[in-house]
């Protein structure tokens, strides 16, 4: 079967940003910064992200260009015969299942508050009134299993058309709306009367409030949230690299990815924090805190339904864009894996998701007996455990080991796949620091990780 391509530079650009980008940012980033003392976990996870995305994020690109295939494939392309580096394949592309049983019901969530917002459904509440609607939203499963299914549906019809045209396409125009809404929304935070205070918290370190989280859990948070905002370690990104061609290198397009991600993550908070201390908001409120913060922004700003409805639907955009490149990673992998066609591929695993994503959305409701871990936990959350306290910096050393280890596929073959093309360069000095430095502090925090882990 011959392999699709993206058609530019900027399609393969806006397609890694895109799985990049999305609610690992603009949900994620700005509870657990919340949870985690605000800034010294936004210093960490800066630091980690330049000593641990770009390379691990590099080593996934070219693991994808060099093979052209998908990640259920790629080490049989490249690893030496008699070695068993395949059998972490599997495991990559359960990783992207995992991440989409959870992720396809939060963006349901997201096209819910769209929906609501543009019918005023908001108009008139007072804060604990918003936060009270999204309880009740919660505890409605047939309301919430259609809002998933929605998400769901459309994100695979989008992937059954060819790469060019279905996905790359619809990626570019909302990517692009998404960076302009963002920045517009963060601009008028600023002019709330929370600003100083959320910015302080959010922007400026505090030890105190760190210790208070757990400088444990703050370091291994920011490591956690490094992997989980670029979805590194289950090959959701190297996928990408399949597609491209070899203009460019692959060491300045990662900087590239990792720079736009960290602008999203940024400004959500700058969006988020300022409206937390405006409108008495815990930070640390956990997963509901943009359903909860967001909505009082629109309600006491002119035009607040306008901005609101825009913001929802580039918030979907947002949320699709992930979906997206995660769905096509997911039909890919069949595709090799079965000798499927791109629309059987889309239409089977569009059935096997919404049965794979129901347990997530009744946990809130019908299961919410089941609690994994402290009380208030339900099956979001360990779903979330395995994929980025286990799958994700598991896979992250073993990408990296195998790129740099003799007995994988080696430091020369990896540079030469890395600095093909016009661009930054893999540098022999980098190589101490990726054949030894960065393994053992991916794996050391991986265990702390596990040892200390604690649900709050």
């Known amino acids: 079967m011959k392999r699709e391509s993206l058609g530019s530079q900027l ?3 806006m397609l890694s940003a895109a799985c990049a980008i999305g609610l690992g940012n603009v949900w994620k980033f700005p509870y657990v910064a919340g949870q985690n003392g605000g800034g010294v976990f936004v210093l960490f996870y800066l630091i980690f992200l330049v000593i641990f995305g ?8 070219s693991m994808g260009r060099a093979s052209r295939i998908s990640p259920i494939r790629f080490y049989q392309q490249l690893e030496p015969k008699g070695s068993r580096w395949h059998l972490h394949g599997p495991f990559a592309m359960f990783g992207n299942y995992l991440l989409m049983m959870f992720y396809v019901n939060v963006a349901g969530w997201i096209v819910k508050y769209f929906v609501q917002t543009v019918g005023g459904g908001f108009d008139g509440m007072t804060a604990k009134q918003v936060g009270d609607a ?17 998400v769901v549906i459309v994100g695979f019809v989008i992937c059954s058309f060819s790469l060019q045209k279905g996905l790359e396409r619809v990626t570019k125009y909302m990517m692009l709306a998404l960076f302009a809404i963002m920045i517009a929304l963060a601009v008028n935070s600023f002019t709330m009367d929370g600003a100083k205070e959320g910015l302080s918290f959010y ?3 505090d030890w105190a409030k760190a210790k208070e989280a757990g400088i444990g859990n703050v370091i291994v948070g920011a490591m956690n949230q490094a992997f989980f905002t670029l979805g590194l370690g289950v090959g959701s990104m190297a996928i990408f690299g399949s597609y491209i061609d070899k203009k460019n290198s692959l060491l300045g397009e990662s900087v590239k990815v990792v720079c736009l991600d960290t602008f999203v993550a940024l400004t959500a908070g700058l969006i988020i924090f300022p409206a937390c201390f405006t409108h008495g908001v815990e930070v640390n409120y956990g997963p509901p805190l943009i359903f909860i913060t967001l909505p009082n922004i629109f309600i006491n ?71 994994p871990f402290a009380d208030g936990t339900n099956v979001l959350d360990l779903e979330d455990f395995i994929l980025s306290n286990v799958l994700l910096p598991v896979g992250a050393f073993l990408f990296v080991v195998f790129c740099t280890s003799k007995k994988g596929w080696g430091w020369e073959n990896f540079k030469a796949e890395a600095n093909a093309g016009k661009g930054l360069k893999v540098k022999d000095w980098m190589r101490p620091y990726m054949t030894y430095v960065l393994p053992v502090m991916i794996a050391a925090l991986f265990v702390v990780g596990i040892v200390t882990f604690k649900f709050r």
């Open 203 to 205: 922007l400026k370190p």
């Open 11 to 13: 399609g393969f650009l």
């Open 301 to 371: 700003i002119p035009g607040g339904r306008v901005w609101g409805s825009l913001f929802f639907l580039f918030l979907t955009f947002a949320a699709l864009s992930t979906v997206l490149a995660v769905f096509e990673n997911i039909v890919a992998c069949c595709m090799d894996l079965f000798g499927w066609s791109r629309k059987k591929s889309c239409l089977i695993n569009c059935l096997a998701m919404l049965v794979l994503a129901t347990p997530c959305a009744l946990g809130f409701n019908v299961w919410s007996g089941f609690v």
């Open 134 to 150: 999204f309880g009740g939203f919660l505890s409605q499963p047939v309301e919430m299993l259609v809002y998933m299914a929605i």
């Open 54 to 61: 770009i390379p691990v994020l590099l080593s996934e690109y």
